[in-house]
């Protein structure tokens, strides 16, 4: 769960830096539908509108790694209000511990080689706790 208390200069400050989820997908709630996430497309901010009563599912970075890029992880961040403070709920899914991740092998041939290497769960965790939250930095790190 995200608490943004309200800040007298929200442009000053950030909610949560920019990042894309490191998991297989993520489902949202924008709790009290205040506006604040955003996502990034085509070099722009985009914000998220919340909708009453719906769920934002976020692509993560292990859903691009299994699809070997086709689906693409979203970066996104969350900005702060001046007034009101905001509240979301983020669920992430993923793989087990013990799993091994990378591209699904059916999707790999000559002519559509592998994009990414492959990791187990538990030292894929271990490296993304050991970075700080930076843009798809992480993910960048296994592209081969
Ligand atoms: O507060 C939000 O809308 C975004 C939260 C988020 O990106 C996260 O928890 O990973
Ligand atoms: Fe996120």
């Known amino acids: 769960m995200n608490y943004y208390p309200p800040c007298p200069e929200p442009n000053k400050v950030i909610g949560l830096t920019p990042h894309s989820d490191a998991t297989g997908l993520t489902i949202l709630l924008q709790v009290n539908e205040v506006e604040g996430l955003q996502i990034k497309k085509d070099g722009n901010w985009v914000s998220i509108k919340p909708l009453p009563n719906a769920f934002v599912i976020n692509i993560g970075d292990i859903l691009e790694i299994i699809s070997n890029g086709t689906y693409r992880s979203i970066e996104h961040r969350a900005t702060v209000n001046s007034e009101k403070e905001r509240l ?37 965790f271990q490296t993304l706790f050991a970075r700080e939250l930076h843009s798809k930095s992480h993910l960048d790190t296994l592209r081969i």
């Not at 699904?104 to 769960?121: N, R, Y």
């Open 88 to 124: 979301s709920i983020a669920t992430f899914y993923a793989p087990r511990y013990s799993a091994e991740i990378g591209p699904a092998p059916s999707l790999i041939s000559k002519q559509t080689p592998a994009l990414f290497k492959k990791i187990g769960v538990e030292e894929y």
